[in-house]
């Protein structure tokens, strides 16, 4: 069995895409003792390596340890629910009418969750800003069809709890953090990107160098999923913002 690393990644990361699509973990374990089992007798000199049976086991590893740390995201016991909490804006990103803010720690139902948030887009809060808002807890929908946008999935695998379209908030304090100081960088390069290129240009720019897609045509955004590489547009580091 050459490159046994490799495998064992590849085995552990296919249990975190399992439990993300919020997927049966039955079926998924099957489906590898199956590969295994089939690999082994197609590749005899396979069955000699001890790691290469233990491929399950790092499966439903990465399956478990994802599920756990998604316990609190796709809890939905404070669904519906108007409350009071506070946190500081760790993401921020103008749509076409809102603006989507994301608030970090806040305090719901006495955990530390992360909240989306859909603003007025003159919305005068930025990124570090500490703030407290009030309104009705929801959660993403479900894709009700098959290829259908899964919102329910896409919001959980950021870590997303709930979403609330705030009825007033209040700027506790302004940002004054690292992650104040990465948007004010963004919005930098940004303006610069703009001021030389044309439109189209500078928003593919943009959303392949910060993940942000605000300003990317959406005809431009379908030729990128059409050709299979829409992942280059959502590559970010830990900060929130591509490594380059």
């Known amino acids: 069995m050459s490159r046994p690393l490799m495998w064992v990644g590849v085995a552990y990361t296919l249990g975190v895409i399992w439990a993300a699509g919020d997927q049966k973990l039955f079926y998924g374990t099957a489906g590898i003792v199956l590969f295994v089992w089939i690999t082994g007798r197609i590749r005899q000199p396979w069955k000699e390596k001890r790691l290469f049976w233990l491929l399950p086991v790092f499966f439903v590893s990465g399956f478990v340890i994802f599920d756990h740390a ?3 995201v796709k809890d939905a016991s404070m669904e519906n629910q108007f409350i009071h909490t506070r946190g500081m804006i760790c993401q921020s990103e103008a749509k076409e009418k809102t603006l989507a803010v994301t608030l970090s720690d806040a305090d719901i139902n006495g955990r530390k969750k992360k909240l989306l948030l859909y603003m007025e887009k003159d919305a005068p809060v930025a990124v570090g800003d500490d703030i407290e808002v009030r309104g009705i807890l929801e959660k993403p929908e479900r894709a009700s069809n098959p290829g259908q946008f899964d919102g329910a999935s896409y919001y959980r695998s950021k870590g997303i709890a709930y979403i609330m379209r705030p009825d007033g908030y209040t700027i506790v304090g302004k940002g004054n953090s690292y992650p104040a100081l990465l948007d004010k ?14 439109e189209e240009d500078a928003g593919v720019v943009r959303a392949v160098l910060t993940g942000d897609k605000a300003e990317m045509d959406e005809k431009t955004e379908q030729l990128y999923i059409q050709a299979g590489i829409v992942h280059v547009l959502a590559k970010k580091c830990t900060s929130g ?3 380059v």
Do not use: A
């Open 70 to 72: 998604m316990t609190d």
């Open 185 to 198: 960088i963004k919005k930098f390069w940004c303006g610069r990107y703009q001021s030389f290129l044309n």
């Open 241 to 243: 913002y591509i490594c």
